[in-house]
């Protein structure tokens, strides 16, 4: 009895541990798209949609969530912010 519940203790311990790597994972490819997001913005003049879709968000909605909750910024103020300084003359 006491095996069985070591080894029901270790698997829920593994289970907690892959759901905890899933979700880093999710947190890292998101993260790591708003900063490509941020260099596009910087760098060309795709519209916001476009930039959206291309970084694979289901819609410009979904994307502009996302934006803000890392940037703590819309995605047109960080382009208006940011854009000016960076074009190439």
Do not use: C, H
């Amino acid at each position: 009895m006491n095996t069985n519940n070591t080894l029901n203790y270790r698997l829920y311990v593994q289970r907690q541990e892959e759901f905890v790597r899933d979700d880093y994972r999710a947190e890292f490819r998101q993260y790591n798209k708003i900063k490509t997001a941020e260099n596009m913005f910087r760098y060309s003049d795709a519209s916001i949609l476009d930039i959206a879709l291309s970084l694979g968000f289901s819609s410009q909605s979904a994307f502009s969530s996302s934006f803000r909750k890392i940037t703590q910024m819309t995605p047109k103020a960080y382009r208006d912010e940011f854009y000016s300084y960076n074009m190439v003359k």
